[in-house]
Structures are given as C-alpha cells and as structure tokens.
C-alpha cells in the first residue's frame, strides 16, 4: 500500500503541502488511540488547501483510481477515506495525522494562555506566529478547533500583544547598547584629544584648553545622554505597564536569592516531578537546570493534558523553604501560580519527600499568587 500511495503522489510534485492539508482535513488524529476517517465536502478541501475547483477533482480522481478515497457526485460532492487501514498503513499520512494533532495541541495550549493572559515568548511564540499565518491563510482551518470568534480573536489579540511586546524588549536592547557606545567613544576621544593637547602646546596653556574642551564635550554629550535616558526611562515604564507577570516577577527573584543562602541541606533527597508541556520547556530553557544546581533532584513525567502549570503539591515531610524556593522560581520565570497545597493523604505514602508542579482545574479559578503569599506560606494550602 504505501509503494502505491507514494506512486499516486508522485505525480503531483508542485503540490505536495496542499495534498497534506487535504488528507489532514479527512482525518481526526483523536486523544490516545487511532485516527478515524471524517466524511467532508469537497467544498471544505477547497478552503483548506487553496487548490482549485478542478484541480483538486484531479488530485481526488488519483487517488480515488488507487482505492485510497472516493467521493461522489452529490450536490455536497463528499470526500472520505475508503477505510481506516489508509491511515494506519501508509508512514507518510499517519507522520501527516501527527503534525496536525500537535498543531492542535499547541492551539489549545495558546487559546488557555490566552484567556489566562499569559505572555508568549521564545519558542513558543515562533510557534503561535506560525499557526496565526495559517489561521489567516485558512480561517475554516483554525475554525475547527476554536469555533467561537470571541475566543478567536482573543487567542489573536494575544499572539499580537506578544509579538509587540518582543519588538519593545529588541529596542530597549538596541538603546542600551547605543549607550554603551556613546560611553566608549565619549572616553576614547577625551584620551587622544588630552594627548594630543600635551605634545602641542605648554603644560600650563595645554592644561586650561583640555579643561575648556572637556567641559564643553562632557556639556553635550550630558544632554545626549539626557535624551537617551528619557527615551529608556519612557521604554521601560511602557513595558512595565502591559506586563502583568513581570512586577510579581522581580519581587519574586529577590526572595528566591533569600532562598537559595540557606543552603542545600535537605534537598538532596527531594525530588521535583515537573508536568512539563513542551511550550514551556522551550519558554524556560533553564529552569530545571536551577533546580538541579538548588541541589533537587529532578523528574519530568508526562503530562496528560497541554494547559499551563498552575499549581504545586508537596508531601509530608518536604520542608517550608524548599516549597518557597521552588514557588519563587516559578514566578520569577512568569508562570502563573494559583495554588500551593499538600499532597492528599491517601496519595502522601511513598510521596512525603517530592514536590509536584503540574496543572489543576479547580485552580483555574484562584487569584494568582504574589512573592508575599509565597513568605507567609507555612505548608498550610492556600
């Protein structure tokens, strides 16, 4: 079957991604199990794949000639797999299927992100700028998995601010580094012109026309300077104002330096099970790293849904700073804490000494918390 399936695409060269959105648009990847074939109107393949009318009659007669699919001749003109042994048996069409299910992984990932008002960064951000260009090429495609225009257009609205948000951070950069250089060049020049100064004129008569020029170049370049801190000045309180993390952020790293004096006693025999979902492993790169370096030892499960870590489980006998440590870190990296609370104690044995980070619904909910809730968490829940 496969030989046969390549041979039918073969002879389509020039339309290999469109042929791909075809067969994803037939197929329903579904959750833990096998994907099932969907029956869908020609009409549909035609807005997801930008193919023609005509043209993609000629794509359907191929493969329809093979035994692959069949379509008939109704008003609605509807398009299905022959049987679901296509998409098992075929390599090509079932690695297909699997981008397609991680496509929608991550839209449902960014849509709670959306409603929770979390920023997108690094990799995670590429990623949304890359499903916003086919969400805009098809808007039937992205409307298969968010159907409400509201929550589109919030998921949209996000990946915009997001985008914004980086381009302010790139020129914040770009007018620091104009600052260095202005400082470097402003001491370079001072250097040669005293020199030069020196060997040209009197000590004394050299001494006076150094001073008068410093004077008048430190003059100007004080109201270069000025300008440049204003505009910085002006840059910073912008980004303080749209970030709604970030305040709770730097409070946050001034605790988790408190933390980390205390030293690593104990959490040597502390493990952290970290429900990780691949955004945000790429958004933190290094946050399981510190943990390793605080002395914790690390696990990363698999995580059985795709919403973003809100909440943090701990045992019985895991201590009050190690909870606080791990609590600070998390919000200096932006994440979204809603609750801290313990283990329940039918699930506590064999468990007193790990710390879970993970996702919980009825956390969804609870206010966020801040860097002071995290000082006065006493292994209580709250």
């Known amino acids: 079957m496969e030989n046969d399936a390549e041979g039918v695409l073969a002879q389509f060269p020039e339309e290999q991604v469109e042929i791909c959105r075809m067969f994803q648009w037939l197929a329903d990847p579904a959750t833990g199990g096998k994907p099932v074939r969907r029956r869908v109107p020609a009409a549909e393949l035609c807005d997801v794949t930008g193919l023609s009318t005509e043209r993609l ?21 509807l398009v299905d797999f022959t049987h679901e042994s296509v998409m098992w048996q075929w390599p ?41 260009e086919r969400a805009k090429f098809s808007p039937r495609w992205i409307s298969r998995y968010v159907a409400n225009p509201q929550e589109l ?32 060049t402003a001491s370079i020049s001072l ?30 370049q004080n109201s270069a300077l000025s300008k440049v801190t204003d505009q910085l000045n002006a840059m910073l309180e912008q980004t303080k104002q749209d970030r709604s993390v970030s305040p709770k952020a730097v409070a946050a790293k001034g605790y988790l330096k408190q933390a980390v004096k205390g030293g690593k006693t104990t959490r040597d025999s502390i493990t952290i099970q970290y429900f990780a979902k691949e955004p945000e492993l790429a958004g933190n790169p290094k946050l399981v790293s510190s943990w390793k370096q605080l002395g914790f030892n ?22 009050r700073s190690s909870v606080q440590t791990i609590a600070s870190s998390l919000l200096t990296d932006g994440f979204a804490l809603r609750q801290i609370r313990k283990l329940d104690s039918g699930l506590d044995k064999g468990r007193e000494r790990i710390i879970q980070v993970g996702w919980s619904g009825k956390a969804d909910n609870l206010p966020l918390l801040t860097p002071t809730d995290v000082q006065k968490f006493n292994t209580k829940p709250f």
């Open 57 to 77: 009659k000629i794509i359907l007669d191929a493969f329809a000639d093979r035994g692959f699919i069949r379509h008939d001749s109704s008003n609605e003109h």
């Open 92 to 132: 090509k069409l079932q690695a297909w299927i699997e981008a397609e299910a991680k496509d929608a992984a991550q839209v449902r990932f960014l849509q709670k992100s959306a409603e929770q008002k979390q920023w997108l960064i690094g990799l995670t951000l590429k990623n949304a700028q890359a499903l916003k």
């Open 153 to 184: 257009q919030e998921l949209l609205n996000c990946i915009e601010a997001s985008q914004q948000r980086q381009s302010r951070r790139r020129t914040l950069i770009s007018l620091v580094s104009a600052l260095f250089l202005i400082s470097t």
């Open 191 to 220: 250097f040669l012109n005293y020199n030069s100064a020196k060997k040209n004129y009197a000590l004394t008569q050299a001494h006076n026309q150094v001073l008068a020029k410093l004077n008048d170049y430190m003059n100007a």
């Open 298 to 319: 690390v696990q990363i499960p698999r995580a059985n849904v795709e919403y973003p870590s809100n909440t943090i489980w701990f045992g019985s006998q895991v201590d």
